[in-house]
Nanobody, 120 residues
Framework: QVQLVESGGGLVQPGGSLRLSCAASGFTFSSYAMSWHRQAPGKERELVAAITSAGGGTKYGDSVKGRFTISRDNAKNTVYLQMNSLKPEDTAVYYC?????????????WGLGTQVTVSS
């Protein structure tokens, strides 16, 4: 039973910061690529950030480069997304994903998501 539980979402003002966490269980976390994706109402789900199983490589969506940072703590089976300089267009439900390989990012298991709202 793969379980991914996101937390840390909420309401923040433009320019503010949030740190999302995804707690994983039911699989060998350290063998999986992890990623964050987001989806706003009426829009397609998009990749926000991804990280390799050992944490040595990362990938970011163009819209968040320089503002967001993905990291992982394999000892805690947790992946994080540090979100800085938030913009209203960052408003979305953010989902955690676990994939068996780098090429499978976004095609594995999903959490239920956490809402991030950026508004004055």
């Amino acid at each position: 039973q793969v379980q991914l539980v996101e937390s840390g979402g909420g309401l923040v003002q433009p320019g503010g910061s949030l740190r999302l966490s995804c707690a994983a269980s039911g699989f060998t976390f350290s063998s999986y690529a992890m990623s964050w994706h987001r989806q706003a109402p009426g829009k397609e789900r998009e990749l926000v950030a991804a990280i390799t199983s050992a944490g040595g490589g990362t990938k970011y969506g163009d819209s968040v480069k320089g503002r967001f940072t993905i990291s992982r703590d394999n000892a805690k089976n947790t992946v994080y997304l540090q979100m800085n300089s938030l913009k209203p267009e960052d408003t979305a439900v953010y989902y955690c994903n676990a994939a068996r390989s780098w090429l499978m990012v976004g095609r594995g298991s999903w959490g239920l998501g956490t809402q991030v709202t950026v508004s004055s």
